[in-house]
């Protein structure tokens, strides 16, 4: 059997790339060369040791990394459409069992024997030359959309989930909390629906009129308007409360963002307002809405991708260090096909 490259999480704040074996289709899978890797929040609590899944059992070091990805299908294995071979597919992070009352009800997201690819114990991440893949959770790309925008499909369904949650109407107003890929697809969604949007960060400026956006605020100049939804996409453990006490009354509040610590609420400020909360997790019913807006062009992620790094250069990213000739976006991608020699590019 031949090898690959794939990078490994050895321990808290360790980073190899090694030589593993080469994936082999099993029945229902194929075989993925992955194209493009984006590094998103989750990978970083993975490499630092942060991540509460290391602490109750559900990962373990040594971890191969990577949910956010595009590539061409190489092989099918038993079972599966040897049609897929050539397409060009990202895929659901979440892998579940398939027979279980939440699955059957259109919950797998939330399986109690639910499997994240990169992140959970199970099944390898995509930061690797190729991955196998169950052919149940793929999801096919247009031939014209270039792996930049295909492996940012998986961030974009989470924000997509985000925006109809907010359950926000064209010409109402929308306010996002937090600047980051999450936020700004969710706020790019949103826009591409009609919404007026806000944007609420450390420093919006940075950024957001690069994307057209026209209104970008910080704690200290968040004007006093009626906010019809509120999406917390931050990480403070204080922005749960925030976005209670900004929307209308009746309307809802949304919660992607996790924080590392409890975040808590006033549920007399809750039920007292009548506002819904609702909480986000993953992307799965929004991934065939974000690979049709991209299509579109409703929506172009791929202003947010700063730069793409081989799979030697992830360590310094993960660990706080930016890319030389680095754009301002917030979002790092991966070519696991570079090697160390080849210069980085978009």
């Known amino acids: 059997m031949s090898d690959m490259r794939a990078l490994v999480f050895t321990g808290p704040g360790k980073a190899e790339v090694w030589r593993v074996p080469e994936p082999e289709a099993a029945a229902g899978q194929v075989v993925i060369e992955v194209e493009r890797v984006g590094i998103c929040g989750t990978d970083v609590e993975l490499f630092t040791g942060a991540m509460s899944y290391l602490r109750t059992g559900r990962s373990s070091y040594p971890l191969r990394p990577g949910h956010e990805w595009a ?52 099944l390898p991440g995509a930061l690797a030359e190729r991955i196998a893949f169950p052919v149940a959770y793929l999801k096919p790309l247009p031939d014209d959309m270039d792996a930049t925008a295909g492996a940012m499909v998986e961030p974009g369904g989470n924000a997509l989930r985000a925006v109809e949650a907010a359950a926000v109407a064209p010409g109402e107003r929308l306010l996002v909390l937090g600047t980051g890929t ?67 009354p009746g309307r809802r509040i949304v ?80 070519d696991p096909r570079r090697d160390q020699d080849t210069r980085p590019r978009r």
């Open 71 to 122: 590539g061409t299908v190489v092989a099918a294995g038993p079972g599966a459409d040897p049609a897929w071979i050539g397409r060009r597919v990202t895929g659901d992070t979440m892998v579940a069992c398939g027979q279980c009352r939440r699955c059957r009800g259109g919950r797998h997201h939330v399986c109690a024997r639910m499997r994240e690819i990169g992140i959970a114990d199970g």
């Open 182 to 248: 999450i936020g700004l697809l969710a706020a790019m969604f949103a826009r591409a629906r009609g919404a007026e949007v806000h944007l609420l960060g450390l420093h919006p400026e940075a950024l957001i009129g690069d994307l057209g956006f026209d209104h970008g605020w910080t704690r200290d100049t968040l004007p006093a308007l009626a906010w019809d939804g509120v999406i917390d996409a931050t990480t403070g453990a204080g922005m749960p409360a925030l976005a209670l006490a900004l929307v209308e």
């Open 255 to 334: 919660h992607i963002g996790l924080s590392s610590t409890p975040s808590t609420i006033d549920t007399r400020d809750m039920v007292l307002k009548d506002v819904t909360a609702v909480g986000i997790l993953g992307a799965s019913a929004g991934l065939e809405g974000a690979v049709t807006a991209y299509a579109k062009k409703d929506v172009d992620p791929r202003p947010l991708v700063a730069a793409t790094v081989t799979l030697e250069e992830i360590s310094g990213v993960l660990a706080g260090r930016r890319p030389p000739r680095a754009g301002p976006g917030p979002k790092i991608h991966v």
